[in-house]
């Protein structure tokens, strides 16, 4: 079906970012649902596959566009579990809704693998955010823009939304974790060693964690619950004793008690920034497919309500990352320093920001001025004198801005034995 409603659309997708993933099959499966396999170099083997639910009529009504709602599956799992094992096709019958289904791998922690060091395959945030969504945008009538997007999964696959969606929150305007392992802070022996089962050992895809911590710390949903602020967040759980509507729980069930652990964590971190969210401890029940599949059920109005009408994003712009270079909202940002550490950008505005970090930085912001216009500058670390300068916006209406934060931390931060201090600088602009 996917195969014979295929439509080529523009939307900004970089040249790159197409060539790199190729449909090679569209297999029909029922009268929404198909197979699709893609080749890209971002993943072992080379193929992967990628199942999709068109809403009813989407064939005949030809200019309307949908959301996207990415579902994605958890460990062990593949991207069929959603229509085999879940009740996608039936929570979806009737919706106006695009649910397009990846593959993930059977451990593949939704993240680029680090591999000691070597990187390498997989790179499934590579695929999915890079190449899978702009490929869905080019091909597929959607709302190509974050107001039309949204992600969830459950356990592996709730890690894999809420550490999308914080890593990059300009792409999504909901997400939502069932039974989610949001904190790998919890038990992360026992999940390093799941990367087994695609052939890999406990420190292959974030290192190992006593070396490597800043580097989990870095995908790791609770570390960044900042910057969910704007989405609609939806957290569903229960704690893993018997007892629960559907059964499971008890003293043989080890995941259900630990992801319990780890919302309970994300929710507290949430609250304490302020982010709001939908949050569900349901008590007693089991790490199994009758309790995600009601809770998909039960999320899915709140998903299409903000479809419908998004909530406003923040006026003023925070972000968090470990990353050397990010963009986010429009601002660019580049930290010059030693070692992997985290940056937060916060309170950006047209009138200024503040940057934490070390070493020195360049902010290039959005195109708000207008062009050519002069602005005075004033600079203020947290260690050093005041700064003043005078800066032109460019042809696009944005300031490029070099700036201190101050001395560089001479180790990766979180390693053993490196003392990581932080400086921030405060930037006014008129």
């Given at each position: ?270 609250h304490a920034y302020g982010v709001p969210s939908v949050y569900e401890d349901y008590g007693p029940g089991g790490h199994t497919w009758a309790y995600w599949n009601r809770d998909l059920q039960q999320t899915l109005p709140a998903i299409l309500g903000t479809f419908t009408k998004p909530a406003a994003l923040p006026r003023d712009v925070r972000f968090v990352s470990t990353a050397p270079r990010y963009a986010i909202r ?11 550490e985290f940056s937060r950008l916060s309170d950006a505005t047209a009138r200024g920001f503040d940057l934490a970090g070390s070493g020195t930085a360049t902010v290039v912001t959005p195109g708000r001025y207008r062009p050519r216009s002069a602005h005075a500058i004033t600079i203020q670390p947290e260690k050093g004198p005041v700064l003043r300068r005078t800066k032109r916006a460019d042809a696009r209406g944005r300031l ?31």
């Amino acid at each position: 079906m996917v195969g014979a409603v295929l439509v080529g659309l523009t939307g900004g997708i970089p040249a790159t970012a197409q060539a790199k993933l190729t449909l090679t099959a569209s297999k029909p499966d029922t009268a929404r649902l198909s197979t699709l396999t893609f080749t890209t170099s971002a993943v072992p083997g080379g193929r992967t596959s990628v199942r999709v639910l068109l809403p009813d009529g989407y064939a005949k009504d030809t200019g309307r566009r949908y959301p996207v709602l990415y579902l994605l599956h958890g460990g062990a799992g593949n991207s069929s579990d959603w229509t085999t094992a879940g009740n996608a096709i039936t929570a979806t019958a009737g919706k106006p809704l695009i649910v397009v289904m990846p593959d993930g791998g059977s451990a593949g922690w939704y993240s680029n693998w680090r591999n000691a060091g070597t990187q390498g395959k997989p790179r499934w945030e590579d695929y999915h955010v890079g190449e899978l969504i702009p490929w869905v945008d080019r091909h597929l009538r959607t709302v190509a823009a974050r107001k039309g997007r949204a992600i969830a999964g459950l356990s592996m696959g709730g890690f894999g939304a809420m550490s999308y969606a914080a890593r990059h929150p300009e792409l999504f305007a909901a997400a939502a974790a069932f039974s989610g392992a949001v904190d790998t802070a919890v038990q992360p022996e026992a999940l390093a060693s799941l990367a087994a089962l695609d052939g890999g050992n406990a420190s292959s895809i974030w290192g190992a964690r006593r070396t490597q911590e800043i580097i989990w710390r870095g995908h790791n949903p609770t570390d960044l619950a900042e910057n969910l602020r704007g989405m609609q967040l939806t957290l569903r759980t229960g704690n893993g004793e018997a007892g629960g509507p559907f059964g499971g729980g008890g003293p043989d069930d080890v995941f259900e008690p630990a992801v319990h652990e780890m919302t309970v964590n994300l929710h507290e971190r949430l609250h304490a920034y302020g982010v709001p969210s939908v949050y569900e401890d349901y008590g007693p029940g089991g790490h199994t497919w009758a309790y995600w599949n009601r809770d998909l059920q039960q999320t899915l109005p709140a998903i299409l309500g903000t479809f419908t009408k998004p909530a406003a994003l923040p006026r003023d712009v925070r972000f968090v990352s470990t990353a050397p270079r990010y963009a986010i909202r429009g601002w660019n940002v580049t930290i010059h320093r030693r070692a992997l550490e985290f940056s937060r950008l916060s309170d950006a505005t047209a009138r200024g920001f503040d940057l934490a970090g070390s070493g020195t930085a360049t902010v290039v912001t959005p195109g708000r001025y207008r062009p050519r216009s002069a602005h005075a500058i004033t600079i203020q670390p947290e260690k050093g004198p005041v700064l003043r300068r005078t800066k032109r916006a460019d042809a696009r209406g944005r300031l490029r801005i070099d700036l201190p934060l101050g001395p560089r931390n001479k180790g990766q931060q979180d390693a053993p034995g490196v003392k990581t201090r932080f400086w921030s600088t405060s930037v006014k602009i008129r």
